[in-house]
């Protein structure tokens, strides 16, 4: 049992309580698995839907030339492919997967490349109800930008998620100003905490994106933004290690002067991450530490042909070994 502090961005107030860690003892964090097994039975598969949206920090409504690190080229996968409605990809999508996760329970739709709330609501409902027509798909999950969100959409997200699966998936990426706008992100941190508390409550899923190592983050300022997570009202968070990706902006500042970042190497990371966890609030579980672009469009780091679970594992293996829980130092 720890105890929960919670902070009011509003007012400043903070409360505690008593909380259970809610995953047992088996794992020493609190797995985005466990939570779906608990809540669905077993492993719910993201089977990604490219449906054409573009980013208002690409296309001049906020800025021009998008967030320095982005390459959608690198989340996307290869079975998502243009051209094909978006029955046609989940199809694809749910053979291809399938094979791969026999074990899996459910299949949801994943709006992931690009903003997936930047249309008008009748057009954004129009696309989430034609997967939704898929008879495999039993929901679907939203990545977007915390300043595409509106109430109009909030409140039909919450009617959907009475019949449906739905997890909205916003992009913090940093918890500091500076740094936003150092990655050219277009919106500040207000904003994201704002959007979270419009979202949480409302019967549907909230989780977070965050990247370790962008320009200008220190390594105990990263650690800092623990604290400022542990406060805000998600239900899960994804975080991974900065990785410099060709095509991007990021990249050409990296060719120009490699000395402004600070990129973490693998044993580095696992270290970070560790210290971390020990300092996240036990109750928000976490869907991956880690992430993988492909290799030929991997500029830095070089951690060679690595795999993400198979550092999650070593993630997992050095945390029992150490004995850090989730939350212990929360
Ligand atoms: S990371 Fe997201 S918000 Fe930033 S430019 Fe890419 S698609 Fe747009």
Redesign the pocket.
């Given at each position: 049992m720890v105890l929960k502090r919670s902070l009011c961005y509003d007012c400043g107030m903070q409360s505690q309580e008593q909380i259970q860690y809610p995953w047992g003892s088996e794992l020493p964090y609190y797995s985005y698995a466990h939570y779906l097994k608990t809540k669905y039975g077993g492993r719910v598969q993201k089977v990604s839907i490219n449906a054409g949206f573009t980013?208002?920090?690409?296309d001049g409504k906020v800025a021009k030339g998008?967030?320095t690190?982005?390459n959608?080229k690198s989340f996307t996968p290869s079975y998502t492919r243009n051209g094909e409605t978006i029955g046609e990809q989940v199809d694809r999508g749910i053979s291809f997967l399938a094979k791969r996760y026999k074990r899996t329970k459910k299949f949801v739709g994943y709006f992931q490349?690009?903003?997936n709330t930047y249309a008008p609501l009748s057009e954004l409902t129009a696309l989430y109800e034609e997967a939704l027509k898929h008879p495999r798909l039993d929901g679907i999950v939203i990545s977007t930008?915390p300043d595409c969100v509106s109430d109009e959409l909030l409140d039909y997200l919450q009617d959907l998620s009475s019949r449906k699966i739905v997890v909205l998936e916003l992009?913090i990426?940093s918890c500091y100003n500076d740094t936003l706008e150092r990655i050219n992100?277009?919106h500040d941190f207000e904003t994201t905490v704002d959007a979270i508390h419009r979202a949480a409550g409302r019967g549907f899923h909230v989780g977070g994106h965050l990247l370790f190592g962008l320009p200008g983050d220190s390594r105990e300022k990263m650690l800092e933004q623990a604290e400022i997570i542990s406060g805000l009202p998600l239900d899960s968070i994804k975080f991974h290690q900065l990785q410099i990706v060709k095509g991007t902006v990021m990249a050409q500042q990296y060719r120009e002067d490699a000395s402004q970042f600070n990129l973490f190497s693998k044993d580095e990371y696992i270290d970070f991450v560790i210290e971390f966890m020990a300092r996240l609030r036990p109750d928000i579980c976490v869907q991956r530490f880690i992430s993988e672009a492909p290799l030929d469009l991997r500029l830095a780091p070089n951690w060679g042909n690595f795999r993400s679970d198979v550092v999650m594992k070593e993630i997992e293996d050095k945390m029992k070994r150490q004995g850090v829980r989730q939350g212990m130092n929360f």
């Open positions: 980013c208002p920090n690409r998008g967030c690190f982005c959608n490349a690009y903003t930008r992009g990426e992100r277009g």
